[in-house]
């Protein structure tokens, strides 16, 4: 029996980076798996690389809309689900000086709006012994120039996931959260489109990490998974996978 065999997974923001290798190891041990993104570029991608095992869904994680739509489309396909990875986020880095009322919406919205109802949409339909797995950021306990905004709608998710934890647990749902440091995902170069400028953030956030590297989206995934199956008696949790940044 494959160690996932029969389970269902949706990865909200499972396209790329950390959300896509977390669906590759699910599909690999046999669960079933539903992602969604915004590109249509890293729909296809993301398709391809998932091949028929993977479910590929235009949804916008901001969307109260959309996410109405996707607790449909899950319904659909998988009927209940066994985990809920909510991972779709992104940072903008503007000084206080320069943070406007768009950019600090957008951060509220994608970081904390978003996972927030999609947890509320979606929760009916998490199986007793199922799991919440939301992804914050070692920007919600470090003061880190630029991402005010950012950070504090990671804060705000990780106090989420605590009051979650304990409203879904008369259902036996267990609500954790994922914490990645500087992890070499595609991200850094959206947010960076200066190559120069990017291979700079880089180095910079290696040289800064008490391991003096970055991490990969398989060991967040690995951490993904282990809080999803493996963590029975956690929940409301927070783990850490940064190299050791917000510890040391």
Known sequence: MERYE?????????????????????????????VTGRSQA?????????????VVVSSDARSLTDIDALAARVKAEFDTVDLLFVNAGFGLFAPLENTTEAIYDEMFNLNAKGPFFAVQKLAPLINRGGAVVLTTSVANVKGMPGLAAYGAAKAALRSFARVLAVELLPRGIRVNAVTPGPIDTPIIGKAFPDKDMAGGIARQMREANPMKRLGTSEEVAKAVLFLAFDATYT????????????QL
């Open 6 to 34: 029969a389970k269902r997974a949706v990865i909200i923001g499972g396209t790329s980076g950390m959300g896509l290798a977390t669906a590759k190891m699910l599909l690999d041990g046999g669960a079933r798996v539903l």
């Open 42 to 54: 890293g729909l296809d991608s993301a398709q391809k690389e998932l091949g028929k095992g993977g």
């Open 235 to 246: 929940t409301g949790a927070e783990l850490p996978v940064d190299g050791g940044w917000s």
